[in-house]
């Protein structure tokens, strides 16, 4: 049993998850703030998009070396979205055509929206709770006892 299944369907989810945000930011965004309110709601939405996929394909791609590897891997993913975060921060803070309250509430609701796709997923998902092992009585060679 592997984990990449379930990965592979928390990433779908939260694209899916990310496009019905783009819309329904995006009304909101236009009945409060008109052509900006909308720009400001798809870019919150492609931001958690974006750092949803940096996040399942850091964990994908991780997975298939060794635990030091896997662990870097998955650190510098979340170093690159620290990092692309405070960019994004810095660069959109004063922009004109940013609406900065439709953008920050979109981003939250993305964050815990994939957050919440993650933990149904992951709840739902039919995984042992330790992989990659088999027990004694696994082995169809193996001499049964009793």
């Not at 592997?2 to 939260?14: E, H, M, N, T, W």
């Not at 510098?76 to 609406?99: H, M, N, T, Y």
């Amino acid at each position: 049993m592997s984990a990449i299944p379930v990965l592979k369907r928390a990433l779908v989810l939260g694209v899916l998850f990310a496009v019905v945000l783009a819309i329904a930011g995006g009304i909101v965004g236009y009945l409060l703030a008109g052509g900006v309110g909308v720009v400001s709601a798809l870019i919150g939405a492609v931001m958690a998009a974006v750092f949803l996929g940096i996040t399942a394909a850091s964990i994908l791609l991780a997975s298939r070396y060794d635990i030091l590897l896997f662990f870097g891997i998955v650190m510098g993913a979340w170093l690159l979205k620290f990092v692309l975060f405070l960019v994004l921060a810095l660069v959109l803070r004063d922009q004109p055509w940013i609406e900065s309250t439709v953008l920050f509430v979109t981003l939250v609701v993305g964050v815990v929206g994939t957050l919440v796709v993650d933990v149904v997923v992951v709840a739902k998902s039919r995984l042992p709770y330790v992989s990659d092992i088999s027990l004694p009585g696994d082995q169809p060679d193996a001499p049964r006892k009793g």
